[in-house]
């Protein structure tokens, strides 16, 4: 999931930014896609190698849950956010 994320707004935004701020689109979209290699990478190292099996017991899958679903509207309020900037200028 945060993969999945981090795909959607840094290959959605990422080539849009990189020609706001000059670059042509095709170093845009492969500096964007370079960052998303990278934070696929922390995550993979986060949530793979370094993951305990013992821990994973300490949340219940309700909390979880939950969790998640109070960070959409976060992730809502993100994507507008990153919007803005691209509308207005």
């Known amino acids: 999931m945060v ?3 981090a795909f959607m707004i840094l290959l959605s935004f990422g080539p849009l930014y990189g020609q706001a701020l000059g670059l042509p689109l095709e170093i845009a979209i492969v500096l964007s896609a370079a960052v998303f290699v990278a934070a696929a990478v ?3 190292h986060r949530q793979v190698w ?3 099996p013992e821990y994973t ?4 899958s ?6 998640l679903f109070q960070l ?3 992730l809502a309020a993100l994507i507008v956010a990153l919007a803005v900037p691209l509308v207005v200028g």
Do not use: D, K, L
């Not at 309700?62 to 969790?67: I, L, T």
């Open 3 to 5: 993969v999945g994320i």
């Open 42 to 44: 922390v995550a993979f």
């Open 50 to 52: 370094t993951f305990r």
């Open 57 to 60: 017991a300490t949340v219940p």
């Open 62 to 67: 309700a909390v979880r849950a939950e969790r």
């Open 72 to 74: 959409i509207p976060i």
